[in-house]
């Protein structure tokens, strides 16, 4: 899952980012509003996290104009305004949820997936694709039923599959999936993640379809 955290406190933005990483989240992350909406034009995220007290734009217009351009987009806010007000007023201009300043960072991941579930419309927090079954919010792999240890570029790109059973994703389609905007890639990154998998899950879990790209129950 791709996400974009517009946040210019950098200290608090890089313990976050690292935590998402952790997690097995992609992260895109600036610290204005003029670079969120620049990354919500040019890439595709699946939710934000917006803080609304940013250096060039109040966060509030930031919102409005994300949701011009993604009306149904998960965006959690972050925010040191804690009076009801301003939690109203954050709700009433489209945000999803609303977390104050200071916060636990695994609060904010419990959010995170809250919002992005409910406006998913998945009910059931779980994915499977034969003997493999994935919990999107434990953040467990199970393989027949035994645990699995993934890294976290390798979840994420399990994750990725899981979401699109059946289609053929190219690496380019991977590529964007797993890295950040900006990010290096070198040219056989998701070949090498690939033959991690597969070595994990079974050497048929992930078919390749030369030319084309690759997928999980592809026939």
């Known amino acids: 899952m791709r996400l974009l955290l517009v946040e210019d406190d950098h200290d608090l933005s890089r313990a976050v980012e690292k935590a998402l990483l952790v997690e097995g989240y992609t992260v895109d992350a600036v610290s204005t509003g003029e670079g969120a909406l620049f990354l919500i034009a040019n890439t595709d995220p699946d939710a934000v996290i917006l803080d609304l007290g940013l250096p060039d734009m109040d966060g509030l217009a930031v919102l409005s104009a994300m949701r011009g351009q ?59 694709a034969g003997d493999v079954t994935l919990d999107v919010d434990a953040h467990t792999v199970l393989l027949a039923g035994e645990p699995i240890e ?17 289609r053929l994703l190219t690496r380019e389609q991977l590529e964007r999936a797993l890295y950040a905007w900006g990010d290096e890639v070198t040219s056989n990154t998701i070949e090498v993640h690939i033959h991690s998998l597969r070595k994990k899950l079974g050497k048929s879990f992930i078919k390749t379809v030369r030319g084309i790209g690759y997928g999980v129950g592809v026939k």
């Open 70 to 128: 993604r009306p149904s987009l998960p965006v959690l806010i972050l925010t040191a305004r804690d009076s009801v007000n301003a939690r109203v007023g954050g709700l009433d201009a489209g945000a999803d949820d609303y977390l104050t300043k200071p916060f636990d960072i695994p609060e904010l991941i419990a959010r995170l997936r809250a919002i992005t579930r409910r406006l998913g419309g998945r009910t059931a927090n779980t994915l499977n």
């Open 150 to 166: 993934l890294s976290g570029r390798e979840y994420a790109l399990l994750q990725t599959f899981m979401e699109n059973s059946a």
